[in-house]
């Protein structure tokens, strides 16, 4: 008994560490629109396109979802979510806490949803430049 008690003891903090890992964030598809990130967490008037002023002293930008919750774009430059500003969007991405990871991001264009940014492909791109 004390045997199994120590196995225990010894696997427990394994699998803690192990699911904290990002092979372990849950895939969502989450519809909302980017925003600049001082703004909502600042609680003050954010930029409302490309064109306006206030885009460029945003430092970075965030996914507000339709139910008001936010995520950092983790592995987006800057430039691909400031394009985005204040459009709807779904983006598909591993979340963590308030964190996400983007595969695939989508917009709407003349009446349906287009992929605008993806991550595999921009990998393929890295690795086998045309």
Not at 2 to 31: C, Y
Not at 39 to 68: H, Q, Y
């Amino acid at each position: 008994m004390t045997r199994r008690v120590n196995v225990l003891f010894l696997v427990l903090p394994i699998l803690a560490i192990f699911s904290t890992s990002p092979a372990f964030a849950e895939i969502m598809l989450v519809k909302g629109k980017i925003m600049g990130a001082s703004c909502v967490v600042n609680e003050t008037v954010c930029p409302t396109d490309i064109k306006d002023p206030r885009v460029s002293m945003e430092r970075d930008f965030v996914l507000v979802a339709e139910d008001g919750s936010t995520y950092f774009l983790s592995n987006m430059r800057r430039g691909a979510k400031q394009v985005l500003v204040s459009q709807d969007v779904e983006v598909l991405g591993k979340v963590r806490g308030n964190t996400m990871f983007v595969h695939n991001v989508d917009k709407m264009l003349m009446g349906g949803m287009v992929s605008v940014w993806n991550w595999d492909l921009r990998v393929r791109n890295l690795r086998h430049p045309r």
